[in-house]
């Protein structure tokens, strides 16, 4: 039996309000293709941010099919809090990918900027030989942006290019530069 691995990044947190309105719609849209593959005799595990995990608990998913979840809970040299930024995720992701080397992946996150990021960092990983599963992109509906966000580039499009700008010109990543 083939299987395949759906990578879901979350999109902002609401730190006292999860699940936030843009997990819950990437939790939505990740069960659409966790039932699309099982109906055609796939494999399916899910590997995700805490956000979008607590998204599917909240859905009813299984816990089974929830390999790995990746949390807040980095700290660089200092002991300080690490912003969990695509990275970070990624590279827990990709210890999943080769864990259980699946036959396939299928990215799931937010159009506009934050797929653009996803797509190069899995491209450098295919390029590099990182990791040797074919990438699968289905199309993915409207995650939208939430104005409670406590991230303020996950509030509006306006604000992710604005993030997406000023990432460019300093270097810095994550909320205020953190």
Known sequence: MKEILVCIWSWGVQE???????????????????????EKGYKVSIVCQWEVGTALRF???SEKLIIKESFDNKVDQNGNKVFLDS???W?????????IQ???????????LHKI???????????????????IWEKIG?????????LPQCRSNWHTLWYAIMQAITGKTGWQGK
């Open 59 to 61: 859905y009813g998913v």
């Open 142 to 150: 409207s995650i939208g942006s939430d104005p409670n966000n406590d």
């Open 16 to 38: 006292h309000n999860e699940p936030n309105p843009c997990s819950r719609r990437l939790a939505e849209e990740a069960i659409k293709l966790v039932h699309k593959y099982q």
């Open 102 to 112: 699946p036959d396939a992946i299928i990215p799931v996150c937010k159009n506009f």
């Open 87 to 89: 990275d970070l995720v």
């Open 117 to 135: 990021k996803i797509k190069k960092l899995i491209s450098q990983s295919l390029n590099s030989g990182e990791i040797k599963a074919k990438v």
């Open 91 to 99: 590279e827990d992701f990709t210890k999943v990918i080769n864990e």
